[in-house]
């Protein structure tokens, strides 16, 4: 079970998800467009957690990435 508030595991999710982006290559200034889609991604799914949708949902959304922000 995740320790701490819903608002500090919300912005340690954001962290992660900001720093895979520059690992992969996203520009600093195109950073905050993507995390703007991410959210309207979280949006389209309302009551569900982004590790309860299928690889399918989430690769046609367009976010790839969070794949990788339980690993890190």
Avoid at 21 to 45: N, T
Wanted: aromatic content about 10%.
């Amino acid at each position: 079970m995740a320790t701490g508030s819903r608002a500090d595991r919300e912005r340690r999710f954001w962290r992660r998800y900001r720093s895979i982006l520059l690992s992969r290559g996203v520009k600093s200034a195109s950073v905050r467009w993507y995390v703007m889609r991410a959210e309207q991604f979280i949006r389209a799914f309302p009551g569900r957690r982004l590790a309860e949708l299928g690889a399918d949902e989430v690769c046609r959304g367009g976010l790839a990435v969070c794949s990788q922000l339980d690993a890190g």
